[in-house]
Protein backbone atom coordinates (compact mmCIF):
# COMPACT_ATOMS: atom_id res chain seq x y z
CA UNK A 1 0.00 0.00 0.00
CA UNK A 2 1.05 3.81 -0.12
CA UNK A 3 1.39 6.09 2.26
CA UNK A 4 2.30 9.56 3.24
CA UNK A 5 3.44 10.65 6.52
CA UNK A 6 3.96 14.41 7.20
CA UNK A 7 5.86 15.40 10.81
CA UNK A 8 7.96 18.35 11.58
CA UNK A 9 4.80 20.32 12.85
CA UNK A 10 4.02 22.24 16.59
CA UNK A 11 3.83 25.05 18.28
CA UNK A 12 6.79 28.21 17.35
CA UNK A 13 6.38 31.97 17.72
CA UNK A 14 6.12 33.98 15.44
CA UNK A 15 9.53 34.53 13.31
CA UNK A 16 10.53 31.41 14.27
CA UNK A 17 11.34 28.03 11.42
CA UNK A 18 9.66 25.03 11.25
CA UNK A 19 11.17 22.36 8.44
CA UNK A 20 8.26 19.86 7.60
CA UNK A 21 9.06 16.08 6.33
CA UNK A 22 6.77 14.15 3.94
CA UNK A 23 7.82 10.65 4.17
CA UNK A 24 6.61 8.00 1.31
CA UNK A 25 6.19 4.39 1.72
CA UNK A 26 4.95 2.01 -0.98
CA UNK A 27 6.09 4.04 -3.67
CA UNK A 28 9.17 6.17 -5.01
CA UNK A 29 8.65 9.62 -4.66
CA UNK A 30 10.77 10.60 -7.16
CA UNK A 31 8.80 9.96 -9.79
CA UNK A 32 5.95 12.04 -8.37
CA UNK A 33 5.33 16.03 -8.07
CA UNK A 34 4.67 16.49 -4.43
CA UNK A 35 2.85 19.63 -3.45
CA UNK A 36 1.88 21.05 0.03
CA UNK A 37 -1.47 22.25 1.00
CA UNK A 38 -2.43 23.46 4.23
CA UNK A 39 -6.17 24.08 5.31
CA UNK A 40 -6.79 26.68 8.29
CA UNK A 41 -9.54 26.86 10.60
CA UNK A 42 -12.48 27.60 8.73
CA UNK A 43 -10.83 28.65 5.46
CA UNK A 44 -10.28 26.41 2.66
CA UNK A 45 -7.48 24.10 1.29
CA UNK A 46 -4.60 25.69 0.29
CA UNK A 47 -1.82 25.19 -2.41
CA UNK A 48 1.26 26.35 -1.10
CA UNK A 49 4.05 24.57 -3.06
CA UNK A 50 5.03 22.02 -5.10
CA UNK A 51 8.41 20.49 -6.57
CA UNK A 52 7.77 18.68 -10.25
CA UNK A 53 9.10 15.47 -11.07
CA UNK A 54 10.34 16.45 -14.29
CA UNK A 55 13.09 18.73 -12.87
CA UNK A 56 12.35 19.59 -9.51
CA UNK A 57 11.16 22.35 -10.48
CA UNK A 58 9.49 24.32 -7.15
CA UNK A 59 6.69 26.30 -7.13
CA UNK A 60 5.43 28.64 -4.65
CA UNK A 61 1.87 30.73 -3.69
CA UNK A 62 2.42 34.36 -3.18
CA UNK A 63 1.36 34.12 0.71
CA UNK A 64 4.48 31.83 1.21
CA UNK A 65 7.08 32.86 -1.10
CA UNK A 66 10.71 34.14 -0.27
CA UNK A 67 9.86 32.23 3.03
CA UNK A 68 9.30 28.56 2.43
CA UNK A 69 11.79 26.06 0.44
CA UNK A 70 10.72 22.90 -0.75
CA UNK A 71 13.24 20.26 -1.23
CA UNK A 72 13.16 16.40 -2.10
CA UNK A 73 15.06 13.71 -0.56
CA UNK A 74 15.41 10.86 -2.99
CA UNK A 75 17.56 9.02 -1.32
CA UNK A 76 15.61 9.24 2.10
CA UNK A 77 11.88 9.02 -0.36
CA UNK A 78 11.13 12.39 1.35
CA UNK A 79 10.18 15.53 0.98
CA UNK A 80 10.85 18.59 2.96
CA UNK A 81 9.20 22.24 3.45
CA UNK A 82 11.62 24.64 5.20
CA UNK A 83 9.27 27.03 6.68
CA UNK A 84 10.80 30.45 7.77
CA UNK A 85 9.96 33.73 9.36
CA UNK A 86 6.60 31.90 10.30
CA UNK A 87 3.77 34.50 10.83
CA UNK A 88 0.22 33.60 13.11
CA UNK A 89 -1.32 33.84 9.51
CA UNK A 90 0.28 30.33 8.94
CA UNK A 91 -1.42 28.60 11.39
CA UNK A 92 -3.12 25.33 9.93
CA UNK A 93 -2.77 22.07 9.48
CA UNK A 94 -0.31 21.15 6.59
CA UNK A 95 -0.50 17.89 4.04
CA UNK A 96 1.33 16.58 1.60
CA UNK A 97 0.03 15.09 -1.50
CA UNK A 98 1.69 13.23 -4.73
CA UNK A 99 1.09 13.44 -8.29
CA UNK A 100 2.50 11.24 -10.54
CA UNK A 101 4.31 12.99 -13.49
CA UNK A 102 4.83 16.78 -13.97
CA UNK A 103 2.13 18.91 -12.08
CA UNK A 104 -0.69 19.99 -14.63
CA UNK A 105 -1.70 22.62 -11.86
CA UNK A 106 0.70 22.69 -8.46
CA UNK A 107 -1.73 24.53 -6.75
CA UNK A 108 -5.26 22.56 -7.28
CA UNK A 109 -5.50 19.24 -5.06
CA UNK A 110 -7.58 17.82 -7.80
CA UNK A 111 -4.99 16.60 -9.47
CA UNK A 112 -3.19 14.84 -6.77
CA UNK A 113 -3.54 11.25 -6.31
CA UNK A 114 -2.27 10.40 -2.99
CA UNK A 115 -2.22 12.13 0.56
CA UNK A 116 -1.10 12.08 4.19
CA UNK A 117 -3.10 12.68 6.96
CA UNK A 118 -1.25 15.66 7.62
CA UNK A 119 0.35 18.05 10.74
CA UNK A 120 -0.59 20.66 12.60
CA UNK A 121 1.52 23.94 12.74
CA UNK A 122 0.13 26.58 15.19
CA UNK A 123 2.34 30.04 14.99
CA UNK A 124 1.71 31.97 18.17
CA UNK A 125 2.82 34.44 20.91
Known amino acids: QRHMVESGGGLVQPGESLRLSCAAS????????IGWFRQAPGKEREGISC????????YYADSVKGRFTISRDNAKNTVYLQMDSLKPEDTAVYSC??????????????????WGQGTEVTVSS
Open 26 to 33: GFSLEYFS
Open 97 to 114: AADLGPPTNPFDAVGYDY
Open 51 to 58: ISSKDDST
